[in-house]
T-cell receptor, first 118, second 114 residues
Framework: GAGVSQSPSNKVTEKGKDVELRCDPISGHTALYWYRQSLGQGLEFLIYFQGNSAPDKSGLPSDRFSAERTGGSVSTLTIQRTQQEDSAVYLC????????????????FGSGTQLSVL | AQSVTQLGSHVSVSEGALVLLRCNYSSSVPPYLFWYVQYPNQGLQLLLKYTTGATLVKGINGFEAEFKKSETSFHLTKPSAHMSDAAEYFCAVSEGAAGNKLTFGGGTRVLVKP
């Protein structure tokens, strides 16, 4: 596709349920990021995938959060046993590789998934 | 470790007036610095970035920012605000040549008054 695609665009769930959020990055982009934007807050880094390297999971707020990226393309962010404080917009971004193994810091963002935990 | 502080979560300017959005960072390595903008109902997009070289960088829509190492700042300016500049602006820092993960500030929402 032309841009980063995220689905669903909106998700309402009950406290305690598991949710899966999907991100389709721009084709060929080697880096993929997940961020969380809470109401009135900035963007909170969650996890970063770059090529075949081990992901940087340093931003995941608890062990209820996990993410995977299959085949170097699509990524799924899973939140288990959702809590009300998980309510936020979850943003995915991707960026292409530059030479010498670096990745362009110009991130292309998706429109996000608005998660509401009741 | 790196962090970004944006002074002022909301800024109100009159159309035609100077826009000044403040950003201070901390980084243990030479940083790369960025400003992203989020227009209403749109995704974030890159406004401008500093990596190396000239410390005054120009971006889209007439914005520019200056990297001041001594002040650990990367303030964003535009000489004359336009109604279309109403948006939320995010400053971000990466670890420069050491890595790509971006850390964002809390954002500053700009309101432009006619």
């Amino acid at each position: 596709g032309a841009g980063v695609s995220q689905s669903p665009s909106n998700k309402v769930t009950e406290k305690g349920k598991d949710v899966e959020l999907r991100c389709d990055p721009i084709s060929g982009h080697t880096a993929l990021y997940w961020y969380r934007q809470s109401l009135g807050q900035g963007l909170e880094f969650l996890i970063y995938f770059q090529g075949n390297s081990a992901p940087d999971k340093s931003g995941l707020p608890s062990d209820r959060f996990s993410a995977e990226r299959t085949g170097g393309s699509v990524s799924t962010l899973t939140i288990q046993r959702t809590q009300q404080e998980d309510s936020a917009v979850y943003l995915c971004a991707s960026s292409p590789a530059l030479n010498r193994g670096r990745v362009d810091e110009k991130l292309f963002f998706g429109s996000g998934t608005q998660l509401s935990v009741l | 470790a790196q962090s970004v502080t944006q002074l002022g979560s909301h800024v109100s300017v009159s159309e035609g007036a100077l826009v000044l959005l403040r950003c201070n960072y901390s980084s243990s390595v030479p940083p790369y610095l960025f400003w992203y903008v989020q227009y209403p109902n749109q995704g974030l997009q890159l406004l401008l970035k500093y990596t190396t070289g000239a410390t005054l960088v120009k971006g889209i829509n007439g914005f520019e920012a200056e990297f001041k190492k001594s002040e650990t700042s990367f303030h964003l300016t535009k000489p004359s605000a336009h109604m279309s500049d109403a948006a939320e602006y995010f400053c971000a820092v990466s670890e420069g040549a050491a890595g790509n993960k971006l850390t964002f500030g809390g954002g500053t929402r700009v309101l432009v008054k006619p």
